[in-house]
């Protein structure tokens, strides 16, 4: 059963607006009518100033994470949102080594360039909620289910979101794309053709330690172009860099395609 806080967003249903109306008493209902629509299509606080009509929301006080209806199109990123790819600038990223970011900046995307190696954040994290598009380039349709368009997207450099071309595919074994790598297949297939700009909004609740051992798992829930398709998962184990009870950079992972990312930023939870 869904989670009830995973909600599609409403749209209020307005009265047309007529023209002259010679009745006083049909005036006063007009007034009253319109006055409750154009109320219901204003945007307030509790909707982030976007209305009802938001694509996706992000409730920032729900553990379980993302509700449909946080923003998935190109929209400029909030004053408090830490952006991490601005479109033209690699000054944020760094190889694992430390070494100088030696993706490509292609039309405004961060392009993977196969053999350079994973990328990865100055900054590092713990709770966050994260937004990332992503396209994954076509490939030949013969070519093995791992060998199309694959990268990844690992929180932490420990635990990883995958990106792949899954469109038209049966998700399973737990490695398409929306899957936490290793752990579970995403809900649904919401996959775009290649080519296509996709996003995925992440909200990502750190491993809890004491006395430096693990006492609560990570747990990553993901919405995946609108619609949620991982809902607070538990995530054992890292597939990534070992488990700690240190923040960690965010990683973008080459697994040899010229996957593209754009518009990447979080916030801090």
Excluded at 33 to 45: E, G, H, I, K, V
Excluded at 104 to 114: F, Q, S, T
Excluded at 130 to 144: K, Q
Aim: contains cysteine; glycine residues 10%; proline residues 7%.
């Amino acid at each position: 059963m869904p989670n009830p806080r995973w909600r599609s967003g409403s749209r209020a249903t307005c009265p047309r607006r007529l023209g002259a109306v010679h009745l006083a008493a049909g005036l006063s209902l007009l007034a009253l009518q319109l006055t409750a629509c154009d109320s219901a299509a204003q945007p307030s606080a509790a909707d982030g100033g976007r209305g009802t009509d938001a694509a996706m929301r992000f409730d920032a006080g729900n553990d379980g994470g993302l509700e449909a209806g946080a923003a998935t199109d190109s929209a400029p990123p909030s004053p408090d949102r830490e952006i991490l790819f601005d479109g033209s600038s690699l000054e944020g990223w760094q190889h694992a080594s430390g070494q100088l970011a030696r993706w490509r900046i292609v039309d405004g995307a961060l392009e993977v360039v196969p053999g350079s190696g994973d990328l990865e954040t100055k900054v590092e994290h713990d709770d966050i909620h994260l937004h990332v598009e992503f396209n994954v380039p076509a490939t030949d349709p013969s070519a093995m289910e791992q060998d199309r368009g694959n990268s990844g997207v690992f929180l932490q450099s420990r635990y990883e979101v995958q990106v792949l071309d899954s469109f038209g595919r049966t998700l399973a074994d737990r490695n398409d794309a929306g899957a936490i790598y290793g752990v579970r297949d995403a809900d649904s297939n919401q996959a775009q053709p290649p080519d296509t700009w996709q996003t995925y909004e992440i909200r990502f609740i750190a491993a809890r330690w004491e006395g430096g051992a693990k006492v609560t798992p990570a747990r990553i829930s993901v919405s995946w172009n609108g619609t949620p398709v991982q809902r607070d998962v538990e995530v054992p184990s890292s597939i990534g860099d070992p488990e700690a009870p240190t923040p960690g950079p965010l990683r973008l992972q080459d697994h040899g395609h010229r996957v593209r990312y754009r518009n990447l930023w979080l916030e801090r939870l």
